[in-house]
């Protein structure tokens, strides 16, 4: 899951333009406003989808909440992406969970935490995340 949103943010038409989806985003909500969120980014238009990413998040989706946190570890800020992937994770968004696992493993934004980062590995393999199953296995992952 993580791979594929990370593939869509990578997939830039920089032609396109996600002004549709600001309206369905103010009338549907949680999921639209992380379609716009998305769409803006694929734009360039950074402070739309974050706007519309916390929209999303502020509403309970998990993939808003999972951008919010992208956004901030992509700038350095790894212990304000917590709590988004935090609610992410909390949400059933897969890709939360694994990044909550990796950063509990590298320390980045807390304390490095075999156990933590573990079990946030099982909740992603649980909802589905391969790469979440794979940090499972013995000596994956490994902290040493």
Known sequence: MMKSLLLA??????????????????????QACFEAA?????????DKALLC??????????????????ARQQKGEHAQSNP?????????????????GNNYRLGLGA???????RAYYQRACDLGEELGCSHLKPHAGSMH
Do not use: N
């Open 9 to 30: 943010l990578a997939a830039v038409p920089l032609c396109v333009f996600a002004s549709d989806q600001a309206p369905k985003c103010d009338a549907e909500g949680g």
């Open 38 to 46: 998305i769409e803006y980014h694929r734009a360039q238009a950074y």
């Open 53 to 70: 990413a916390e929209k999303s998040c502020m509403e309970g989706h998990g993939g808003g909440c999972f951008y919010l946190g992208f």
């Open 84 to 100: 988004f992937y935090e609610k992410a994770c909390s949400a059933g968004y897969a890709a939360g969970c694994l990044s909550l």
């Open 111 to 117: 304390e490095v935490s075999e156990e933590k980062s």
